[in-house]
């Protein structure tokens, strides 16, 4: 098994997401599908990275400069994203500042973190089909979700009533000024800005963040800015009659996540009310077919 073979042992029995233990194995093997270790089986093939120098392992996680920024910023914990982000770069031409991937796998480290905390753990993990679900009796249900891109955040809200029909929709572009954390605590303010608007009095929001549900609904627990913003939110949502705000499978966020990506590549503000687009209809009836 090799000198290192109480190492990889260690690896395979984390709790983590296989596809990270996958990764670390093929670093670890030198076997990532880098230019110059494809150009050792097809000769014809040029070994240069698409940026800079020669592509080998060590090139692709450390000295390629765009790898050396994500470094700056997240260290050896976001090599995953740092080489989903070059994949992205050869295949499709598109690639995010370093930043953007930090936020990405922070975020996605801290959800995984809590879900395992909060819930029964999820590895081994069993695929589950996740369905909308209704609201209780005279409650209106919000989903809200956010999006961001170079810069930018869409943010996206969507009512429904008890039986699933829509009652308002919401999206709208703004300047991501601070970081993933204080964007999705600003969508949740355009949710509730929105069920003001509308008059609304029993509300149950829904959020694919357990990181922000958990923020608001353990406010006192934060003392930083994120914290006192948290309270500001939960501050709003005592003036309805009755609030909670819920984690929701990403599976059961579609009509929101489908607004929020829709403003923020349109670079536009969209407003609606029961007369909504054919999308969004498409959306509704997909969730109707799949309620619980």
Same mark, same amino acid.
């Given at each position: &098994?090799? @000198? ?28 990532? @599908? ?105 409650? &209106? ?43 999705? &605590? ?107």
């Amino acid at each position: &098994m090799g @000198p290192h073979r109480l190492f990889w042992k260690m690896i395979w029995k984390l709790k983590i997401i296989p596809k990270i233990c996958i990764f670390a194995w093929r670093v670890g093997h030198e076997i990532l @599908p880098t230019n110059s270790k494809i150009a050792t089986i097809q000769p014809s093939l040029n070994p240069a990275c698409q940026r800079c120098g020669t592509e080998t392992l060590i090139h692709a996680l450390k000295d390629c400069p765009t790898a050396r920024e994500t470094l700056k910023c997240g260290g050896f914990d976001d090599r995953l994203n740092s080489w989903n982000n070059r994949n992205n770069f050869t295949f499709r031409g598109k690639e995010e500042d370093a930043s953007t991937k930090w936020t990405r796998a922070l975020t996605l480290s801290n959800d995984f973190k809590i879900h395992n905390l909060s819930e029964k753990p999820m590895l081994p993990y069993q695929p589950i089909g996740r369905k909308w679900i209704k609201p209780p009796r005279e409650m &209106m249900k919000i989903n809200v979700d956010v999006a961001i891109e170079e810069g930018k955040m869409g943010l996206g809200v969507i009512i429904k009533d008890e039986d699933g029909f829509v009652l308002g929709g919401y999206g709208c572009v703004k300047d991501l000024t601070f970081n993933s954390e204080w964007a999705e &605590m600003m969508t949740i303010e355009e949710g509730v800005s929105l069920a003001k608007s509308l008059n609304l009095k029993r509300v149950q929001f829904e959020f694919d963040s357990s990181n922000i549900v958990n923020k608001i609904n353990r406010r006192d627990q934060d003392i930083r800015f994120l914290g006192q913003r948290a309270k500001a939110i939960y501050k709003k949502l005592r003036s309805f009659e009755e609030a909670v705000i819920k984690w929701a499978p990403r599976s059961s966020n579609k009509i929101a996540d489908f607004i929020c990506n829709f403003v923020l590549s349109n670079n536009c503000i969209w407003n609606f009310d029961v007369n909504y687009s054919k999308e969004i209809h498409d959306l509704v009836i997909l969730d109707a077919i799949n309620e619980s």
